[in-house]
């Protein structure tokens, strides 16, 4: 594999982190991310975890994720199949910033729905009133 001796950087259009950054914040990706924090999960408990997702945007998104080293997928040879998936140490490490971030996501909820609705207002006042 060949590596790009220039430093990585994110506003190049054509730096490999930028789809990086793209995958991580995939809200999927994310989420499967901080469901998998506890521990390893099967497939069926963590789609109920993440809500609303189908089984096939999951399935993607896991695959996505487990060819980036984020998590590990471990078959269990039993009958029926079981499979967990688990966070690699890559993927571990993204808890502290996704940790971060959904913290100041949830801090900031009020102040951000405050600012939608005054700017909805200020669109309809503008529509109704030119």
Request: proline share 8%.
């Amino acid at each position: 594999m060949e590596t790009n001796a220039l430093p990585a950087n994110i506003l190049d259009p054509d730096c490999p982190s930028r789809v990086i950054f793209q995958r991580i914040g995939d809200k999927w990706a994310s989420l499967v991310v901080q469901v998998l924090a506890a521990g390893p999960v099967r497939f069926s408990e963590l789609r109920k975890m993440v809500h609303v997702v189908t089984p096939k945007v999951l399935t993607q998104t896991l695959r996505t994720l487990e060819r980036d080293g984020l998590i590990t997928r471990t078959v269990y040879a039993q009958v029926p199949p079981r499979v967990d998936y688990e966070l690699s140490e890559l993927g571990a490490s993204l808890l502290e910033p996704l940790t971060l971030l959904r913290q100041w996501a949830e801090d900031h909820v009020p102040s951000i729905l405050e600012a939608r609705d005054a700017y909805d207002d200020a669109q309809d006042a503008g529509i109704l009133n030119p």
